[in-house]
């Protein structure tokens, strides 16, 4: 006797875009190159989000419409909506993924390092916080796919010509 497997909603999340799922659910982000992708994940609540971080710092802009495009406004916006979602913020873990130099061969001052800097500024807003990094996949210079499985708190990458990774 075959049993049927059971459905689990998938949430895609954009760039510049974050969004909260409770189980059972997967969030789902593509094209995490420069960008990185964090996820923040309650274990007992089994609420999780997902950001998608374009750029580091908001304060070298004036006009700041999507906060989610930034790792500095991004996690704790991202932080405050998952609290009003009964999350314990003591209990958060993080992920981080991407963060790649896709434009390899040229100039570090011409590719501004806007991958490694994004990865910086992430981890610096999340010791910030009190979020301990559980996991990281990032640098390198290939594009990533990165899938939060709000039921056990994995995140499953996908690189292009790899199998899946868990972590």
Known sequence: MELAAKSVAEIQVGIADY?????????ITLGLGSCVGVSLYDPVTKVGGLLHVMLPDSTQFNNVSKPAKFADLGIPLLIKEMRAM??????????????AQM??????????????????KSREILKRLGIPILAEEV???RGRTMILDT???D???????NKMKVV
């Open 19 to 27: 969004k909260i799922a409770r189980n059972p659910c997967r969030l």
């Open 86 to 99: 009964g999350v314990n913020t003591g209990r958060l873990q993080a992920k981080l993924v991407g963060g």
């Open 103 to 120: 434009f390899s061969g040229l100039d570090d001052k011409l590719t501004l390092n806007i991958g490694q800097r994004n990865t910086e």
């Open 139 to 141: 640098g390198g210079n």
């Open 151 to 153: 039921q056990t708190g």
């Open 155 to 161: 995140v499953l990458i996908r690189t292009l010509g």
